[in-house]
Structures are given as structure tokens and as C-alpha cells.
């Protein structure tokens, strides 16, 4: 029997023939005719006018950032229950994360938290400079009421959609509702091109400059000329035709994801003290990773007992994230609420989900978990 892994990369042939009518027109190259459509059809598909694919989610967001006019000193509010991607950028510009806890509902940022956060730092008349908001495990957060709170003060609203492409917020989707939206094609994420990102807008000006910065801001001369600092965190052509192929199968992906989250659901709600993440009411969660909290106190076991019982199965699982407030890296820094974070963090499990998995896989996840419940 072979490793379980918690989301391995799903890919086709479609990626193959992608990548080799790459080769055979020898666009080897940081840009080509891939790379342009893998924006045209991303940005259809996730309804956001412009999309500027990058080397990382990471990138993206950094770019985001920095065009959000983000520098040394100001204030970014950032969701808490996150991975350090979501917040690292904010400190590559010398600017503060301030963390905002999560919400039962959905376990994304409490909606009143962030407004409460942002209205009492207008009043003393230092309003953040952004908020990123982040879309956890394929569950939309509740947009509308951040997004009103951030446009009353002049918060630029920046999603952080890295864990849910293909998941729904209403009729739209998550990341292309802000000023500015990012995803990420890592190999562990709902599609991959390997590594890459894309950074999704509405406004033509701002898609504009992120090209521009993304290509180390070489301003139009026929010698090398620069006027500001820019990065090198342009997408190649080839990870483009991974993407494009991987696009194709996205919505497939989703349902085979959603079928995981059924299946665990149904073999192991009963068991005690186990809860599954919720959906919230305002969209569909693409259920990246199937994720569970296990209260101790009913169940007589812990987190860690049912993750040890997996591994010693080989078969991955992982801890929910660990607020950014918690990390030795961020001690200290300002945050808002917090125990909603830390409880999910202490109880809560994510479970083996890839579109690829197979039933049978999925079965020995399912036994290897009641079987832990089983033992003293
Ligand atoms: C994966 C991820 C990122 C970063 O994306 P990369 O492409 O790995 O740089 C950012 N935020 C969240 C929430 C993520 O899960």
C-alpha cells in the first residue's frame, strides 16, 4: 500500500499536449502565446476583467500590496487563521499586520471584528491602508459586509482566494470581488501549474502596473531603462500550459473534491465530538480539504491521538493553520479576538483530498480514523 498524500497534484494529458505544442513553437520563454491565454480564460472563468499570471500566489499578493500604495509604517488588516503567505507580503513592504479572528460560520474573518477594527482606527484617524481577506480551505468568507466597511474608510479590499478557486459567493466568485484578488497554482492547491499565480482586478490601470512591476519595471526605451525598483515574478509560458490544461478540468476537480467531503462526512459525523467545517449559506465550498475538529472532552481523544493513528497508516493529514498571532514570528503584533482561531487550531484535522484520490484510498482514510476512535 502506498502514502496517502493530503493533496497531491491531479494532472492529465491535456497539460502534456499543452506543453509540447510549447516546445515544437520553442516558446520556452517567459512569455508566448500560453501564457496570454491562460489569462483570457482564467479571467472569464473567475469574471474579473483583467488577470496577471505570476510566479506564486505569494507574488501576487506582494504586488497587490505594494500597489495598494502600502509602505513602511501603514497598517494592513489580515485574516488570523492563515497560512504565512497570506501576511508575509505586508511585512516585505515594511508595513503591520494587524490579525482579525475568524467566525463560526464559515472560519474565515468575523465580519464585525474587522468593521469594529477598521472604525476605531478611522476615528483616531490612522484608517489600515488594506485588509486581506482570506478564503479558507474552499469556503468563501462573507464579503459584502468587509467590503462595505472597507469602502466607507478607504481600505482597499484585497482577496486572498489562494485556497478557493471554483467555490461561489452568491453568483460570483471569491477573489474577484475586491479591488484586487489573488490565486495560487501550487502543487498541493485546487489546480497547479507546478508554482504560479495569478493576481485578478477590475481596474485596467492597476493590471497594467503589475505587468509592469512583475518584468522589473523596465520603462519603454530600446536600452534597459528604469524609473523605479521592480521583481521578476512572471509566469512562463510552459507553467502557463500546465494551467491551461489543468482549467479544463477545474470544475471536475470541485465535484470530486465535494464527493470526499460527502463520503467522510457521512462515515464519520457520528462519531463524538466530530464536526465538520460548516458551509456557510452564501456559497458553495469547493471542499479543497476536507477539514473536522475533534473536541477532546467528548470524544476521549484528541487531534493529535487521530493524526498519529493516520500517519502511523501512512497516510497524510495535518493540523488546521495555526493563527499567524501564535507564530514565534509574529509575537506580539496587534490582534483582534483570537480564541476562535485557537480553538479550531487545538481541535482541528485536515484530511486527505485530492481530486485524485481513489475510493478505495478514501476507505482506508475513513477505517484508519474510526479505528482510532475504537482504540483506548
Ligand atoms: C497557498 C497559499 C498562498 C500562497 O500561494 P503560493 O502560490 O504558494 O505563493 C497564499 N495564501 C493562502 C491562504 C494559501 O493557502
Known amino acids: ?55 506564486s500566489g505569494t507574488a501576487a499578493l506582494h504586488l497587490a500590496l505594494r500597489l495598494a500604495g502600502v509602505g513602511p509604517g501603514d497598517e494592513v ?4 487563521l492563515t497560512f504565512i503567505a497570506s501576511a508575509a507580503p505586508i511585512t516585505y513592504l515594511g508595513a503591520r499586520p494587524v490579525f482579525i479572528d475568524s467566525e463560526e460560520r464559515s472560519w474565515n474573518m468575523d465580519p464585525a471584528l474587522a468593521c469594529a477594527a477598521i472604525e476605531a482606527k478611522a476615528r483616531a484617524g490612522r484608517p489600515p491602508k488594506a485588509l486581506v481577506l482570506v478564503h479558507l480551505y474552499g469556503q468563501s468568507a462573507d464579503i459584502a459586509p468587509i467590503q462595505a466597511c472597507c469602502e466607507r474608510h478607504g481600505v482597499k479590499l484585497i482577496e486572498d482566494a489562494a485556497e478557493a478557486l471554483g467555490a461561489t459567493y452568491g453568483d460570483r466568485c471569491p477573489g474577484s470581488l475586491g479591488w484586487a484578488g489573488i490565486h495560487s497554482f501550487n502543487g498541493n492547491k485546487i489546480i497547479t501549474t507546478s508554482g504560479g499565480g495569478m493576481l485578478v482586478t477590475a481596474d485596467a490601470g492597476m493590471a497594467k502596473q503589475a505587468r509592469f512591476l512583475a518584468t522589473q519595471a523596465r520603462d519603454p526605451a530600446p536600452h534597459y531603462q528604469h524609473a523605479t525598483i521592480g521583481y521578476n515574478y512572471r509566469l512562463s509560458n510552459i507553467c502557463a500550459g500546465i494551467g491551461r490544461g489543468q482549467l479544463l478540468r477545474l470544475a471536475s476537480k470541485v465535484t ?65 493553520w495555526k493563527p499567524l498571532h501564535l507564530q514565534p514570528v509574529f509575537a506580539g503584533v496587534e490582534t483582534h479576538g483570537g480564541a476562535v482561531g485557537e480553538r479550531l487550531f487545538a481541535q482541528g484535522l485536515c484530511l486527505p483530498s485530492g481530486s485524485g484520490m481513489a475510493e478505495q484510498d478514501r476507505e482506508r482514510v475513513i477505517a484508519t480514523v474510526k479505528q482510532a476512535f475504537r482504540a483506548s
Open 77 to 80: 488588516l489580515c485574516s488570523d
Open 256 to 320: 470530486r473534491r465535494r464527493a470526499h467531503f460527502r463520503a467522510y462526512r457521512q462515515a464519520l459525523g457520528d462519531l463524538p465530538g466530530v464536526t465538520f467545517q460548516p458551509e456557510a449559506p452564501w456559497g458553495q465550498s469547493t471542499r479543497w480539504l476536507t477539514c473536522l475538529t475533534i473536541d477532546p472532552a467528548v470524544a476521549g481523544r484528541d487531534r493529535e491521538d487521530v493524526r498519529r493513528a493516520l500517519e502511523a497508516a501512512d497516510i497524510e493529514s495535518r493540523p488546521l
Open 1 to 55: 500500500m502506498s502514502r496517502i498524500y493530503l493533496s497531491p497534484p491531479d494532472v492529465g494529458t491535456a497539460e502534456v499536449e499543452f506543453v509540447l505544442e510549447a516546445f515544437e513553437a520553442n516558446w520556452v520563454a517567459p512569455v508566448g502565446p500560453h501564457l496570454d491565454a491562460f489569462e483570457q480564460e482564467f479571467a472569464a472563468l473567475v469574471g474579473s476583467p483583467h488577470a496577471v499570471a505570476l510566479s
